[in-house]
C-alpha cells in the first residue's frame, strides 16, 4: 500500500511539473517570437517567414524608435507617472479600505460610502464631460491629468480586494492594539499596512500596469508631443507617419519597415518595464505573511 502511494504521488509530480512546463513556455513564446518579429526584415515578417529566430536579421524597428530626443522624454513622463500613479493608488486604497472594513456599528456611514462608489464603477459622465472637468481645473498638458484621470480607473476594484482582506485579518490583533492604546491612525500605519502587503502589493502592480499601458488620456488631454507618454508617443509614431517630411535615409529605412516589426518593436518596449518591476513584488503573491500572526 505504501508503495502504491508512493508511485502514486511520482506520477502525479511528473504530470504536474510536465503541465507548468507547457504552461511557461506557452508564456514565454509568444514574448520571444515578439522580440524575433521586431528584429526580422519587412519581407520576413509580411510573408510570415518568422518563428523563433529573427530572419534577415536588423535593428532598424528599435532605430525608427530610438531616433528622435522625443521617446526618451516620453519614456520619462511614463516613469513619473507609475510612480505618482503607484503611489497615490497605494495611499488611497489603503486609507478608504481601512474604515470601509468596519462594520456598520463602528463606521455609521460604511454603508451609505460604499454605494457611492460602486455606482462610481458601474457609471460615469463620459468622455465631454471628463474632458471638461479636466479643463476647467487647468490640467491639460499636465501630468497629473494623466496620473488623477487613469488612476480612478479600477480603483474601486482595488479598494474592494483590500477591505476583503482587512476583514480577514484576526481581530485579536485589533482588540490588543486598542488595549495597548493605539488609534486608527497607528494600526493601519504599523499593524494593517505591514500585514496586508500581498494584497496592497498586488492592487499597486495593477495600477502600475495600467498606467504603463494607458495611451488615450494622452491623446485627450495633451495637446503637445513633448507631454506626451511613451504608449501614446509610440502610438503616433507608428499611425502619424509624414512621408513628406522625412529625408532619404529615413525613407529608406521606412521601406525596409513593416507595421508588424514596427508594432512588434513597440509591444516589446512596453514589456521590459514591467517585467523588470514583476519579479520584486511576485513574491507577495505567494507568501501570506498573516500566517501564525496570532499566537494562541
Known sequence: MVKDTTMGSRIFDIVLITLLTVITISCILPIWYTFALSLSSKTAAAAGQV???????????????????????????SIQRIFLGGLLNFIIVAMLAYPLSKSSKDFKHRNILMWILVFTMLFNGGLIPLYLTVKSLGLINNIWALVLVAGAQGLVFNVILTVNFFRNLPKSIEESALI?????????????????????????LFSIVFHWNE??????????????PLQTYIQQMVIVLNPDIMNEEQLKMMAELSNR???????????????????????YFIHGITLGSVKE
Do not use: C, H
Open 51 to 77: 518563428w523563433l529566430w529573427p530572419v534577415d536579421f536588423n535593428i532598424n524597428s528599435y532605430i525608427q524608435l530610438l531616433d528622435e530626443g522625443q521617446f526618451f522624454k516620453s519614456f520619462w513622463i
Open 180 to 204: 495597548d492604546g493605539a488609534g486608527p491612525w497607528k494600526m493601519l500605519i504599523y499593524i494593517f499596512i505591514p500585514l496586508s502587503v500581498p494584497v496592497l502589493a498586488t492592487v499597486t
Open 215 to 228: 495611451f488615450l488620456y494622452g491623446l485627450i488631454f495633451m495637446t503637445r508631443e513633448e507631454f506626451y
Open 261 to 283: 516589426t514596427l508594432n512588434a518593436a513597440k509591444i516589446f518596449i512596453a514589456m521590459i518595464p514591467i517585467l523588470l518591476i514583476y519579479p520584486f513584488l511576485q513574491r
